[in-house]
């Protein structure tokens, strides 16, 4: 594979390095608009060129497929270029700023015969894997809980007014798109699609910066928070009647998980132990060989569930009365 990689930010600096470990992968070029930041990366991996034009990186004939992490209101249209390139894409999360952006790339994509897969770590890591596969153990399900609270470091100048792009509706921002996706992603790849959704926000400056989710599937509830307003020990359980698994980690990292089984009056405890390896690099290693393959149906597969997040988030956004000016219809 023959990357070029679409911004500079901070999940950029931290793929960088992940992808130094993995075969198959050479990072030929990386596109952003400060060239300055542009020479630095292309020194410190070995990046053979850079562009400070994304149509310059897609016209790179020597591209084969390109790992979009360009602030979130600029996916659909990198993505939309990308297609007409004939580049397969790596999109970060989130895919696009609604279902409707979805629909229209993956169905363009479909066309073209372009592979496209989103880059959201949870559903290639070992120990999310297999506590997934651990929720039958449970018995019925009865609560769900899930909070990633984290105090942003750009909240302190959202509340001076200098409010950066994670805070602008303009940006497809806000704490349900940014933190919160994780854990509905996660909920909706355990549980399907729930049966009604809403969202109970705490909006600032026409933004999202805190709030709940609540996918109701019937039987049970599931409970999302996602902040970047407070902070609070990142926990998340899924609670059966036979046994509880406990994740004391965000659920994009996935470090480790407990499952605790109850019976009677005896508690039987299994710990998983701290993946060895950074969150990106299991999702990198099997991304690469589902492109390497031609796996197109692996890559249907992982586009469903994408469809199925983009679904929910859209859904719970419009619940709050929250409205990118992506959300017009084009």
Do not use: W
């Amino acid at each position: 594979m023959k990357l070029g990689i679409l911004g500079s930010g901070k999940i950029v600096k931290e793929v960088l390095p992940v992808l130094e470990e993995i075969e198959n992968i050479e990072v030929h070029a990386i596109a952003a608009r400060n060239e300055e930041k542009l020479q630095k990366l292309s020194k410190d991996f070995a990046i053979k060129k850079y562009y400070t034009s994304v149509d310059d990186l897609l016209d790179d004939k020597q591209i084969d497929t390109v790992y979009v992490a360009l602030p979130n209101n600029l996916h659909f249209e990198a993505m939309n270029k990308a297609i007409d390139k004939g580049k397969n894409i790596i999109c970060e999360k989130p895919f696009t700023s609604n279902a409707y952006e979805t629909e229209m790339i993956i169905e363009k994509a479909k066309q073209k015969d372009v592979m496209i897969i989103e880059a959201i770590s949870h559903r290639f890591i070992p120990n999310a894997v297999e506590a997934k596969k651990m929720i039958k153990d449970l018995g019925k399900i009865k609560i769900v809980s899930f909070n990633y609270s984290q105090y942003s470091s750009r909240y302190d100048n959202f509340k001076e007014d200098i409010i950066e792009p994670v805070f602008l509706l303009e940006n497809s921002g806000g704490a349900l798109i940014d933190l919160n996706l994780y854990n509905v992603a996660f909920a909706v790849d355990t549980f399907g699609l729930p049966k009604n959704v809403k969202y109970f926000a705490n909006i600032s400056k026409d933004i999202d910066t805190s709030g709940i989710v609540i996918l109701d599937y019937e039987d049970f509830i599931v409970s999302c928070i996602g902040s970047k307003d407070s902070a609070a020990p990142i926990i998340n359980t899924i609670q059966g009647e036979n046994a509880t698994i406990e994740i004391p980690d965000a659920l994009n990292n996935f470090g480790e998980f407990r499952l605790t089984k109850t019976h009677e009056d005896k508690v039987s405890e299994f710990n998983y132990n701290q993946e060895s390896k950074s969150r990106l690099y299991y999702e990198f290693v099997e991304i690469e060989e589902i492109l390497r393959t031609h796996d197109k149906n692996k890559v249907h597969s992982l586009l469903e569930k994408t469809r199925n997040y983009m679904d929910v988030i859209t859904k719970a956004r419009y619940d709050a009365n929250i409205y990118y000016p992506a959300d017009k219809i084009r």
